[in-house]
């Protein structure tokens, strides 16, 4: 697996929102990637984005949220990627932004870029918010990746583990990080941590 | 040579590219895999994780309405932890 290959800077953007912010970390950086994924696949088109990527932004965003949202590829525009793209990315970036549309996080990561980073998956929102099913399954994607996910739920997320009345998609997710031995921890405060490399808040 | 196939018709990222790492594992080192997708998206993605991986990309061929992905298994994955 390709692990020695550094990244400076990755930044993850689930809300369109937050491009302009985004795309200005990314201009002070000499190596920096773009994911869009969730509801940040919504600011494909927009021209501050192509300019960057005109520059040398690299830009990818999840082709699967783009199909849902009706958001199509044009030519100049970000690549049509998947999770796969947005785990390697915080696999092998030195330092790691994460706009979600809540919590920010700015992670500099002291482990190598590679397998057994150690990612903490904050679920801040109600379970029954849309953004927690697209937080899991970015999870997965971690987890395939060969990373090692704490999904950390915090007090207003604390109906995810409570029940199993939850989406197919989020007990899917929940299944397989199960399953492939990841780890589970309820907190009582959102200003409990754990250890980690590097926090994405959702 | 062993070659097995795996069927991923209907499945979703990331799930694509995660159930043919868990079949290679279980396969042994030179073994052949033989991955169906039908999403045009996942006969682009699952190559390239799987050559991430460190995995031989055989060949990629659309047939009608499928992607069949040919792999031949020359790392091992290890998804599991702990």
Not at chain 1, 66 to 86: I, K, T
Not at chain 2, 42 to 63: C, F, H, M, T, Y
């Amino acid at each position: 697996m390709s692990g020695a290959v550094a990244l400076e800077l990755g930044v993850l953007v689930a809300d369109a929102g937050q491009l302009g912010r985004a795309l200005d970390l990314c201009a002070h950086a000499d190596d920096a990637q773009l994911f869009l994924m969730d509801d940040g696949v919504r600011a494909a088109h927009e021209p501050r984005l192509r300019a960057a990527i005109d520059d040398g932004l690299e830009a990818t965003l999840c082709a699967m949220d783009a199909e849902a949202r009706g958001v199509a590829p044009v030519d100049g525009g970000p690549r049509f990627g998947s999770q796969f793209d947005h785990a390697v990315m915080v696999r092998q970036a030195r330092r790691v932004m994460a706009i979600t549309g809540g919590r920010i996080d700015d992670n500099d990561v002291l482990a190598p870029p590679g397998p057994g980073r150690r990612v903490a998956l904050r679920l801040t929102r109600p379970a029954d918010d849309p953004k927690i099913a697209q937080a899991l399954r970015s999870a997965v994607a971690y987890a395939a990746c060969e990373m090692a996910v704490i999904v950390v739920v915090e007090p207003p997320a604390r109906a995810l583990l409570a029940h199993e009345d939850h989406p197919a998609p989020v007990l899917r997710a929940l299944g397989t990080l199960r399953a492939l031995g990841h780890r589970f921890c309820e907190v009582a405060s959102t200003s409990t941590r754990v250890r980690c490399d590097l926090e994405v808040s959702w | 040579m062993t070659v097995e196939t795996l069927d991923l018709a209907g499945e979703v990222c990331p799930y694509t590219f995660v159930r043919a790492k868990l079949r290679l594992e279980e396969l042994p080192l030179g073994a052949r895999l033989e991955v169906l997708v039908d999403h045009a998206a996942a006969a682009d993605n699952v190559p390239r994780a799987l050559r991430d991986e460190g995995q031989e990309i055989v060949s990629v061929a659309r047939e009608a309405a499928r992607w069949r992905i040919v792999v031949v298994k020359r790392a091992d994955p290890s998804l599991r932890q702990g």
